[in-house]
Structure formats: C-alpha cells, structure tokens
C-alpha cells in the first residue's frame, strides 16, 4: 500500500519506498537581495543508494520536521492526488 508524502515544494512521494534518510542539516537561508531569512533546514532522503535516486527536502524547520514526521508515521499523510478518466 502507498503512503504518499507531501514534500514542501508540492511534490509527491511514496514514504514506503524510502531506503534512508539522512541527518537534518542547518543552513543559512537568504533571499536575493542579500536579507537574513533565519535558518534553513535540509534532509536527504534515499529510494535506492544511486545518486540519482536521492532528493533533499528543503524549507524551515516546521516543514522538514513535518515531512519527517509523516515518513516515520507520527502525523497524518497528504491524499494522493488522483484523476478521473471518463
């Protein structure tokens, strides 16, 4: 069964396929013109151990621990976004 995970781009993946997740790092986030937006937070999440098949969740600290906490069960998971075909 697929457990569909909202990232905080809009993006879509399926929690079940997850092989590893890495450590939260912290960054500091700007925006174009050069201002302090605070810290930013980074996790890499792995569906297979090629490069290719790994993405980093980006965003504050309530989005990344959000998704986190959807993955490891602790919170309730976004619908999948279905479409109907007549």
């Known amino acids: 069964m697929q457990r569909w995970i909202k990232l905080p ?13 890495s450590k939260p ?5 700007v925006d174009e ?5 605070g810290i930013g937070y980074a996790v890499y999440l792995g569906t297979d151990f090629p490069r ?3 993405l980093t969740v ?3 600290k309530d989005e990344v621990f959000a998704v986190l906490r959807a993955i490891l069960g602790g919170a309730p998971v ?3 976004a ?3 075909t007549p």
Do not use: V, W
């Open 9 to 21: 781009d809009g993006r879509f993946i399926d929690a079940n396929r997850i092989a590893y997740i």
């Open 33 to 37: 013109d050069g201002n302090d937006l």
């Open 58 to 60: 980006t965003g504050g």
């Open 78 to 80: 976004a619908p999948a």
């Open 82 to 84: 279905t479409s109907a």
């Open 52 to 54: 290719d098949a790994q």
């Open 25 to 29: 790092e912290t960054f500091a986030r």
